[in-house]
């Protein structure tokens, strides 16, 4: 048995041991790392190879379709080649047809050309006598271009002569209308006469119209503008054909006094006719068309012209009182106000109401009330103011069945009518003088 070792023996052993351990711990630890990096490597290389193996597989998988689609694209292009193939075939037989055909027309045209020589060798005899006649041509043209010459130098005298004649012929319509003019002037009458118990120089003259002169017309309106410078006349009706009276219908016509110039403004043309209407004169320029047969049915609104450009507009009447629809009655202008009194409804009936429109208010006023003896139901009838605007005259008119000459006037602030009798001259008959009333 041998001897047991102290401590420090025991100690000095275990020390070599635990370095030697160490080292072998160390020389593990080493070999450890240099696996992992020796895995890690591994690890790397083998994503390589395995993404190389995926791009080639993606790329073998492209090669695949783009060799089916080229396999297909081949098969169409050989079947297309295929029926081009058989289009070519058809068309060398249809060529070889066409060949056939042109070697008998050729064979027809080699005839033809054969025959076409010997009408050439006739035609050629033909030819000569032909320039026998070319030659005499040439003769008679020199001779019809001299001819021609003698009718232009013939023509040229003549259009002179005829210009000459189209100046005389306006000198002469010159003279026409100053001769006609003349005699219009010559034709003037002054005639002295005694009228309400005073002298009175009554002077009448002509006048030849010029312009667009309106035909003839009944019914239709004519006002006074411009301090008497102007007649404005409005439709009216013509007993001619309806196109002629449509058109007149329509239609407004100025005339220019001092010129004696008539105009016809387009402008002022309106979409229907109208005929037995009145117009008024309101304000300076204006013209105020009231009632009338408008088309076929008699009419009660209210049309104001502008003389200034010439156009029409509409005032928007207020109020739920108007007129009934009427023609042939008569109106007269106060200041601001227009009076319209009597006339004849659509159904023929007779009327003598008075209404007042206000061209302020824009409003209509039936005068029920009115003292004094209004006159009688009638058409025709004319209205005139004074100058101070205080009475309204009304004269004549027709009753239905006879024309009336009573004269009756409407104190205008007492809204009162009366009656001015008239002294028949001794001349006038029965009749007459019981159409005063």
């Known amino acids: 048995m041998p001897p047991k070792a102290n401590g420090k023996d025991k100690k000095k052993q275990e020390e070599p041991l635990e370095v030697k351990l160490q080292e072998e711990v160390k020389l593990l630890e080493r070999a450890r790392n240099d696996m992992q990096v020796e895995e890690s490597f591994v690890?790397?290389?083998?994503?390589?190879?395995?993404?190389?193996?995926?791009?080639?597989?993606a790329e073998i998988n492209k090669y695949r379709s783009r060799l089916g689609n080229a396999t297909e694209d081949y098969a169409d292009i050989l079947e297309h080649r295929q029926e081009q193939i058989k289009a070519e075939e058809v068309k060398l037989r249809s060529m070889?047809?066409?060949?056939?055909?042109?070697?008998?027309?050729?064979?027809q045209n080699t005839e033809e050309v054969k025959n076409l020589k010997e009408s050439n060798a006739a035609q050629a005899a033909k030819l000569e006598d032909a320039s026998a006649l070319l030659q005499d041509k040439e003769n008679l043209e020199d001779a019809v271009r001299k001819q021609h010459d003698l009718i232009e130098k013939q023509s040229e005298e003549l259009k002179y002569l005829r210009n000459k004649?189209?100046?005389?012929?306006?000198?002469?319509?010159?003279?026409?209308g100053h001769l006609e003019e003349l005699t219009l002037k010559s034709s003037a009458t002054t005639e002295l006469k005694i009228l309400f118990e005073e002298p009175w120089i009554l002077q009448t003259s002509h006048a030849r119209l010029r312009g667009d002169v309106p035909m003839d017309r009944e019914a239709g309106s004519l006002c006074?503008?411009?301090?008497?410078?102007?007649?404005?006349?409005?439709?009216?009706?013509?007993?001619?054909?309806?196109?002629?009276?449509?058109?007149?219908?329509r239609e407004v016509a100025v005339l220019n006094v001092e010129t004696m110039q008539w105009e016809r403004p387009g402008t002022a043309r309106t979409p229907m006719t109208s005929h037995s209407h009145t117009g008024t004169v309101v304000g300076r320029t204006k013209i105020l068309v009231f009632g009338g047969v408008k088309g076929e049915l008699a009419a009660s609104d209210i049309s104001i012209l502008n003389t200034d450009n010439m156009k029409w507009l509409?005032?928007?009447?207020?109020?739920?009182e108007k007129p009934p629809p009427r023609h042939g009655h008569a109106t007269c202008a106060v200041r601001e106000k227009v009076f319209v009194f009597g006339g004849m409804s659509m159904e023929g009936t007779l009327l003598n109401d008075l209404w007042v429109y206000d061209q302020d208010s824009l409003t209509w006023t039936n005068v029920t009330i009115c003292g004094g003896h209004p006159p009688s139901p009638r058409r025709g009838a004319t209205l005139a103011v004074?100058?101070?605007?205080?009475?309204?005259?009304?004269?004549?008119?027709?009753?239905?069945?006879?024309?009336?000459?009573?004269?009756?006037?409407?104190?205008?602030?007492?809204?009162?009518?009366?009656?001015?009798?008239?002294?028949?001259?001794?001349?006038?008959?029965?009749?007459?003088?019981?159409?005063?009333?």
Not at 43 to 57: G, S, V
């Open 96 to 107: 070889q047809a066409q060949v056939e055909k042109l070697d008998s027309e050729l064979k």
């Open 224 to 249: 006074v503008l411009a301090g008497g410078k102007l007649l404005v006349m409005y439709g009216g009706m013509s007993r001619i054909s309806n196109q002629t009276q449509d058109g007149l219908g």
């Open 165 to 176: 004649l189209e100046e005389q012929d306006k000198e002469l319509n010159t003279a026409r």
């Open 314 to 320: 509409v005032p928007q009447v207020k109020g739920l």
């Open 386 to 437: 004074t100058e101070d605007g205080r009475r309204l005259y009304m004269f004549g008119g027709n009753d239905g069945s006879r024309p009336l000459n009573d004269v009756y006037f409407m104190e205008i602030e007492r809204l009162t009518w009366g009656y001015l009798p008239v002294h028949v001259s001794s001349h006038n008959t029965e009749d007459e003088r019981s159409a005063k009333v």
């Open 43 to 57: 690890h790397d290389k083998y994503k390589q190879i395995k993404a190389e193996n995926e791009r080639l597989q």
